[in-house]
């Protein structure tokens, strides 16, 4: 059964840091691409970073370019997402996914709240 679970989350003030964590249970992380998204109440989901399958290419939504840093442990099959120089607008939940076999999983999220 796929199964992940995000924590990491908190209120933090302006300028702040997070590190958000993924714990991956199912499948092995090492083959596969993951993804970090974030939603707020009354929108749809908004992707974040991707890292891909082999752990090299990070991509990143435009917002949070050279702020946020995506990186995985293999051994410990765990996604991290590092969330620094944090702003007002990233107050969100936040998500890892994963698309198999064309289905997308993710976990139950994890609250970020950046308020001073």
């Known amino acids: 059964e796929v199964q992940l679970v995000e924590s990491g989350g908190g209120l933090v003030q302006p300028g702040g840091s997070l590190e958000l964590s993924c714990a991956v249970s199912?499948?092995?992380?090492?083959?596969?691409?993951m993804t970090w998204a974030r939603q707020v109440p009354g929108k749809g989901p908004q992707w974040v970073a991707t890292?891909?399958?082999?752990?090299?290419?990070?991509l990143y939504e435009k917002s949070v370019k050279g702020r946020f840093t995506i990186s995985r442990d293999v051994a410990s099959n765990r996604v991290y997402l590092r969330l620094d120089v944090l702003k007002i607008e990233d107050t969100a939940m936040y998500y890892c996914?994963?698309?198999?076999?064309?289905?997308?999983?993710r976990g139950q999220g994890t609250q970020v709240t950046v308020s001073s």
């Open positions: 996914g994963v698309r198999i076999e064309s289905v997308d999983y």
């Open positions: 199912g499948f092995s992380i090492e083959n596969r691409a």
């Open positions: 890292i891909d399958r082999e752990g090299i290419y990070k």
